[in-house]
């Protein structure tokens, strides 16, 4: 009876205890409930909303590319393509499935449009782990013919549609394609902007006016809001916000002019730069040979790609902007000028050219050994006549012609709105020192003087010093897109007295009605320039570029042109020369009555010196 009274007892407490046990756990369970699905909510409704929304962000279309006249030089046109929705094909039982499901289908439509797909298993794969909730091109670049054909069978085929991407275009070619540069796909890493999970590719920038200013062509992109299920497949498309587009460039060139410019140096391998010497708009400016932008639009294959950068001409180099050359015989304009800012320089001082400056070992001689006789400035200058000018630099030093180059805009970018510009090279003590492990000898100012040694420049910087002379000492910024109503952009101003670079304008345009730059006549203006044909490489292989530089009209300056020829075959004046009467009779028109061709001008007879050069024999270095 005991032990079943202490049964008894057990039961009797062992009930109450356990029933206190489940309402713990209930009221627990509650307050967690409650602290979930009430306290809580928004903050866990947002990890929710976080793991199940996709932001994608979306291009904007890109500002089209004007000439100054109004013609397009790179616009937008739609890419017709068909696109795989892999949410569309999704098959149970693992990603093998849906991967075999959207193949079938590519293979299925390829039947029905006449054209194969170019989806591997493997870009499948990459897209579903990658980029699940966006579309997969599988067809681009389809005509009108073969989207009716797929349109017609629409019904029998599920997760497939038409999709337009948008893509650059560049509709004259090869014109100007140097200056307009090109744009590609633009495939940017989300992980380096955490707000996007994805990105449609747009177009982005990769060369000349197209890099330079893409910011401002591409505009602002939008986003769209995507909601996914688990597997990250789309459900549902949110709100989002529309791109806004790019705006439109209108640049300073004319394609007329370019079109002659580049068609005048067809067949050679140089530049060519025209200049607006008031403003310094850059009318036009060629570098050949070239390329077709279109064929690096949205992406070449690898293979074309590395021939291109491979070929021997290197075709995508801006020799405009990005050659540096000996300047040769133009730079005489920039000994004149230093030589005339000297105290005591007199332009009426001559000097007994024999056709040879004699320095030990290597003697400085005149084009084809040439004896000039007795000349002063001018006629130096109309003849080119190299001893001359060592003659007057040997007096004066190197650093005056140095402080006039850099003065002019040599030895430093010139600030044009395109990327990739080379400096150039003004040479000094300091950098004979660093390279050759030498001093600066009279050699190198004599060389310096007639545009030889290490001097360097490109296209655009004789170009920009020429206008400057033109225009009486404004070295103007140049400029490829109009500014909008914005000031010329001056970057400074060289104080000449007026007879110093009155006495250059005079020997430039001599230089053209009877000295060796004669071939440019015929114009319907008269012009002023300056030849130079200049030597580089080894003595035992010397090669020569041809250069003219010219401004016009004479009296009353509007363009400057500076045009190079690498490797000519002839002399400037013979090679340049021609090409520059080219392109002002373009300009300005031919001259009402054709001029006999110009004959050779025989040097003036040689007489008794007045001045002989007063020099000391050094080594050229």
Same mark, same amino acid.
């Given at each position: 009876?005991?032990?079943?009274?202490?049964?008894?007892?057990?039961?009797?407490?062992?009930?109450?205890?356990?029933?206190?046990?489940?309402?713990?756990?209930?009221?627990?369970?509650?307050?967690?409930?409650?602290?979930?699905?009430?306290?809580?909510?928004?903050?866990?409704?947002?990890?929710?909303?976080?793991?199940?929304?996709?932001?994608?962000?979306?291009?904007?279309?890109?500002?089209?590319?004007?000439?100054?006249?109004?013609?397009?030089?790179?616009?937008?046109?739609?890419?017709?393509?068909?696109?795989?929705?892999?949410?569309?094909?999704?098959?149970?039982?693992?990603?093998?499935?849906?991967?075999?499901?959207?193949?079938?289908?590519?293979?299925?439509?390829?039947?029905?449009?006449?054209?194969?797909?170019?989806?591997?298993?493997?870009?499948?794969?990459?897209?579903?782990?990658?980029?699940?909730?966006?579309?997969?091109?599988?067809?681009?670049?389809?005509?009108?013919?073969?989207?009716?054909?797929?349109?017609?069978?629409?019904?029998?085929?599920?997760?497939?549609?038409?999709?337009?991407?948008?893509?650059?275009?560049?509709?004259?070619?090869?014109?100007?394609?140097?200056?307009?540069?090109?744009?590609?796909?633009?495939?940017?890493?989300?992980?380096?902007?955490?707000?996007?999970?994805?990105?449609?590719?747009?177009?982005?920038?990769?060369?000349?006016?197209?890099?330079?200013?893409?910011?401002?062509?591409?505009?602002?992109?939008?986003?769209?809001?995507?909601?996914?299920?688990?597997?990250?497949?789309?459900?549902?498309?949110?709100?989002?916000?529309?791109?806004?587009?790019?705006?439109?460039?209108?640049?300073?060139?004319?394609?007329?002019?370019?079109?002659?410019?580049?068609?005048?140096?067809?067949?050679?391998?140089?530049?060519?730069?025209?200049?607006?010497?008031?403003?310094?708009?850059?009318?036009?400016?060629?570098?050949?040979?070239?390329?077709?932008?279109?064929?690096?639009?949205?992406?070449?294959?690898?293979?074309?790609?590395?021939?291109?950068?491979?070929?021997?001409?290197?075709?995508?180099?801006?020799?405009?902007?990005?050659?540096?050359?000996?300047?040769?015989?133009?730079?005489?304009?920039?000994?004149?000028?230093?030589?005339?800012?000297?105290?005591?320089?007199?332009?009426?001082?001559?000097?007994?050219?024999?056709?040879?400056?004699?320095?030990?070992?290597?003697?400085?001689?005149?084009?084809?050994?040439?004896?000039?006789?007795?000349?002063?400035?001018?006629?130096?200058?109309?003849?080119?006549?190299?001893?001359?000018?060592?003659?007057?630099?040997?007096?004066?030093?190197?650093?005056?012609? +140095?402080?006039?180059?850099? $003065?002019?805009?040599?030895?430093? @970018? !010139? =600030?044009?709105?395109?990327? /990739?510009?080379?400096?150039? *090279?003004?040479?000094?003590?300091?950098?004979?020192?660093?390279?050759?492990?030498?001093?600066?000898?009279?050699?190198?100012?004599?060389?310096?003087?007639?545009?030889?040694?290490?001097?360097?420049?490109?296209?655009?910087?004789?170009?920009?010093?020429?206008?400057?002379?033109?225009?009486?000492?404004?070295?103007?910024?140049?400029?490829?897109?109009?500014?909008?109503?914005?000031?010329?952009?001056?970057?400074?101003?060289?104080?000449?007295?007026?007879?110093?670079?009155?006495?250059?304008?005079?020997?430039?345009?001599?230089?053209?009605?009877?000295?060796?730059?004669? +071939?440019?006549?015929?114009? $319907?203006?008269?012009?002023?320039? @300056? !030849? =130079?044909?200049?030597?580089? /490489?080894?003595?035992?292989? *010397?090669?020569?570029?041809?250069?003219?530089?010219?401004?016009?009209?004479?009296?009353?300056?509007?363009?400057?042109?500076?045009?190079?020829?690498?490797?000519?075959?002839?002399?400037?004046?013979?090679?340049?020369?021609?090409?520059?009467?080219?392109?002002?009779?373009?300009?300005?028109?031919?001259?009402?009555?054709?001029?006999?061709?110009?004959?050779?001008?025989?040097?003036?007879?040689?007489?008794?010196?007045?001045?002989?050069?007063?020099?000391?024999?050094?080594?050229?270095?």
């Amino acid at each position: 009876m005991e032990l079943h009274g202490t049964s008894q007892t057990f039961d009797g407490w062992r009930i109450p205890l356990l029933g206190l046990i489940f309402l713990a756990g209930f009221l627990l369970l509650g307050a967690r409930l409650y602290n979930v699905q009430v306290k809580n909510a928004a903050t866990f409704s947002g990890r929710l909303n976080r793991q199940s929304i996709r932001r994608v962000l979306l291009p904007s279309a890109r500002g089209r590319i004007f000439d100054r006249n109004g013609v397009i030089l790179a616009d937008n046109r739609p890419n017709m393509c068909l696109a795989m929705f892999v949410e569309e094909m999704r098959r149970s039982g693992g990603w093998d499935n849906t991967i075999n499901a959207v193949a079938e289908q590519a293979d299925r439509v390829a039947e029905i449009i006449g054209q194969p797909h170019t989806l591997s298993r493997e870009a499948i794969a990459a897209h579903v782990n990658k980029r699940l909730p966006l579309p997969l091109v599988a067809w681009d670049h389809l005509d009108e013919q073969t989207i009716a054909r797929f349109e017609e069978r629409t019904e029998s085929v599920s997760g497939v549609d038409v999709h337009v991407l948008s893509e650059r275009v560049y509709p004259l070619g090869k014109l100007a394609a140097h200056i307009i540069g090109y744009a590609g796909r633009d495939t940017p890493d989300p992980a380096n902007d955490e707000r996007y999970h994805y990105t449609v590719m747009g177009m982005y920038g990769r060369a000349g006016i197209e890099a330079q200013y893409n910011s401002t062509l591409a505009g602002v992109p939008g986003y769209q809001l995507l909601r996914v299920d688990v597997s990250g497949y789309r459900r549902v498309e949110l709100q989002g916000t529309d791109p806004k587009p790019g705006r439109d460039l209108t640049l300073t060139i004319d394609t007329t002019l370019q079109r002659e410019v580049e068609n005048t140096l067809a067949g050679e391998v140089g530049a060519c730069v025209v200049l607006d010497v008031r403003n310094g708009d850059i009318l036009a400016m060629a570098s050949l040979p070239s390329f077709d932008p279109n064929t690096l639009s949205p992406a070449p294959s690898h293979a074309f790609w590395t021939a291109l950068q491979k070929a021997p001409d290197h075709p995508l180099f801006n020799r405009a902007i990005q050659g540096r050359y000996p300047p040769g015989s133009t730079f005489k304009m920039v000994t004149a000028l230093a030589a005339l800012g000297q105290p005591g320089f007199d332009p009426k001082n001559t000097y007994f050219c024999e056709g040879i400056y004699d320095l030990n070992p290597r003697p400085i001689r005149c084009a084809f050994g040439e004896h000039h006789g007795t000349v002063g400035l001018r006629l130096s200058m109309r003849h080119s006549c190299n001893g001359y000018f060592c003659h007057i630099a040997a007096e004066m030093g190197p650093e005056p012609m +140095r402080q006039m180059a850099r $003065a002019l805009g040599m030895g430093a @970018k !010139t =600030g044009i709105d395109l990327p /990739g510009e080379a400096e150039g *090279l003004v040479p000094d003590e300091a950098r004979k020192k660093e390279v050759y492990k030498d001093i600066w000898r009279l050699g190198d100012t004599c060389l310096m003087s007639i545009g030889q040694g290490d001097l360097l420049t490109t296209p655009l910087q004789l170009a920009v010093a020429t206008a400057a002379i033109a225009n009486g000492g404004q070295v103007l910024r140049p400029r490829l897109v109009q500014s909008g109503g914005q000031g010329v952009a001056v970057m400074r101003n060289i104080n000449w007295q007026q007879g110093q670079i009155e006495e250059v304008k005079r020997g430039l345009e001599e230089v053209i009605t009877l000295g060796t730059g004669r +071939r440019v006549r015929g114009s $319907a203006v008269t012009a002023a320039g @300056k !030849t =130079g044909t200049a030597e580089y /490489g080894t003595r035992a292989n *010397l090669k020569r570029h041809a250069w003219m530089i010219a401004y016009a009209p004479a009296e009353a300056p509007s363009v400057a042109i500076s045009i190079v020829i690498e490797d000519a075959d002839d002399t400037a004046g013979i090679a340049a020369a021609p090409m520059v009467r080219r392109i002002l009779t373009t300009i300005f028109g031919a001259a009402p009555t054709p001029e006999a061709a110009p004959t050779e001008v025989p040097p003036p007879p040689a007489t008794t010196p007045i001045a002989h050069p007063s020099t000391t024999v050094e080594e050229i270095s």
